[in-house]
């Protein structure tokens, strides 16, 4: 699946996730198997509750973080790409 920057993504509603304390927490009821996000992936899935591009995915996280781009490019790309096959995000 090619992925572009302007490619938007967006939670999939029918994902069951909790938010303590900053940290989300996401159920696959499919295998019984609980993800926790980190600081960076919990920011990042707080912010697709609206559909976003992944180039304003990746501007959030920059100025968020403030690390090397390079580094928020790889992490948002990762991040995407493992939702989208665990069907947790979808394509908007």
């Known amino acids: 699946m090619k992925l572009k920057?302007?490619?938007?993504i967006k939670r999939n509603?029918?994902?069951?996730?909790?938010e303590i304390e900053e940290v989300v927490y996401?159920?696959?009821p499919r295998n019984a198997t609980i993800y926790?996000?980190?600081k960076t992936a919990s920011f990042i899935w707080k912010n697709?509750?609206?559909?976003?591009s992944i180039e304003k995915i990746i501007s959030?996280?920059?100025?968020r973080f403030e690390?090397?781009?390079e580094k928020v490019r790889k992490d948002v790309m990762r991040f995407v790409s493992k939702y989208l096959k665990e069907?947790?995000?979808q394509k908007a």
């Open 26 to 28: 996401i159920l696959d």
């Open 60 to 63: 959030l996280v920059y100025d």
């Open 36 to 38: 926790t996000l980190n």
């Open 13 to 18: 509603k029918e994902t069951m996730f909790k």
């Open 67 to 69: 690390v090397k781009i």
């Open 87 to 89: 069907e947790f995000v």
């Open 5 to 8: 920057p302007t490619t938007k």
């Open 48 to 52: 697709l509750e609206k559909p976003l």
